[in-house]
C-alpha cells in the first residue's frame, strides 16, 4: 500500500509537486490572460466573476500553494504536496462513488504523451467495476484554432481514453496524439452522446478542455492542472469543477504511476 507519505516523497522527488517545471513567468502570463478574457486559457469555462489577476493569484496560493507575492516574477513555481495528496484524495472518492453506482464515464486528455497511460490505467478500472466507458463521436472531425491557424484533427480513443489526432497521422493507435488545451472535443463527444439517446456520462475524467469544458456544461468533472493553467481551480471554485488536483502535467508518463496507483486503492479499485 502505497501511503500518503511515500507518495508526498515521490511527488516531491519527480518533480510533480514541490518545486516544479513550470516557470513563474508561465504562471503569471496565464493569470493575465484569463483575467483578459483569452479563450487560450479559458479552456472552456466561462466566469462569473471578475477574477483580476490578483484574486487568480490568490486563488492558486489557496489551491496550489504558489507564491502570493505578486512581486516574485520569476524562478520555478511551487505546488504543496500536502495539497496534491488531499486533491487525490478527493478525486480518488469521486472514482469509488462512480463505480458502486456503475456511473457512464467518460475520459479524455490533451496531454496525450504524458497522460494516457493514468488515464487508461482509470478506465480499465471503472470497466472493470462495472462503468460503462463512453467513446462517442470516434473519427469526428475536430476543427481546433492553435498559434498556427486552424487545423483539423481527428476525435479518437486508446484504451478508453479520448484525444485528438492530425488526420495525416499514420496509423491511429500507434502514435500518441496531438496535445491541446481546446474544449471542443468534449462537447463535440457529448453532443453525439445526447444525439445518439445516450447514455450521458454521469463523471468526466479529464485535463484542460476536456475537464473545463465538461464542467462549464453541467457534467460533474474531475481532474489534474498545473499552476499555468487557472481555469479550471476557477471552475471548481464557481462550482463547475468538483475536483482539481494541482501538479504539474508535463513530466514523464512513467511518474504518474505512484499516482494511479494511490487512487486505485484509496477507491477500492485495484486490480
Request: charged share 20%.
Amino acid at each position: 500500500m502505497l501511503t500518503p507519505e511515500v507518495l508526498r516523497t515521490h511527488l516531491v522527488g519527480a518533480r510533480l509537486a514541490g518545486t516544479v517545471a513550470t516557470s513563474r513567468e508561465e504562471s503569471l502570463r496565464s493569470y493575465r490572460l484569463f483575467a483578459a478574457r483569452d479563450p487560450r486559457v479559458l479552456l472552456g469555462i466561462d466566469p462569473e466573476g471578475p477574477w483580476k489577476q490578483r484574486e487568480l493569484l490568490e486563488l492558486m496560493a489557496d489551491r496550489c500553494g504558489v507564491s502570493a507575492d505578486s512581486r516574485r516574477t520569476f524562478g520555478q513555481d511551487v505546488i504543496d504536496p500536502l495539497r496534491t495528496v488531499a486533491a487525490l484524495d478527493a478525486f480518488a472518492d469521486r472514482l469509488a462513488d462512480a463505480a458502486r453506482r456503475g456511473a457512464p464515464v467518460l475520459l479524455g486528455t490533451g496531454h496525450p504523451h504524458r497522460l494516457l497511460g493514468f488515464y487508461a490505467a482509470l478506465a480499465d478500472a471503472l470497466s472493470a467495476a462495472g462503468c460503462a466507458v463512453l467513446t462517442p463521436a470516434q473519427g469526428r472531425c475536430v476543427d481546433i484554432t492553435t498559434r498556427f491557424g486552424l487545423r483539423t484533427y481527428n476525435l479518437d480513443y486508446v484504451r478508453g481514453v479520448a484525444l485528438v489526432r492530425a488526420p495525416e497521422a499514420e496509423r491511429p493507435g500507434c502514435e500518441p496524439g496531438a496535445h491541446t488545451h481546446s474544449p471542443l472535443p468534449v462537447r463535440i463527444a457529448l453532443a453525439a452522446a445526447a444525439e445518439a439517446g445516450g447514455p450521458l456520462p454521469e463523471l468526466v475524467i479529464g485535463d484542460h478542455g476536456w475537464v473545463c469544458g465538461a464542467g462549464q456544461l453541467g457534467f460533474e468533472a474531475i481532474g489534474p492542472a498545473d499552476t499555468d493553467d487557472p481555469a479550471p481551480f476557477v471552475g471548481q471554485a464557481e462550482g463547475h469543477v468538483s475536483v482539481v488536483v494541482p501538479l504539474d502535467d508535463g513530466v514523464r508518463s512513467d511518474y504518474y504511476l505512484p499516482l494511479t496507483r494511490y487512487v486505485l486503492n484509496r477507491a477500492c479499485l485495484s486490480q
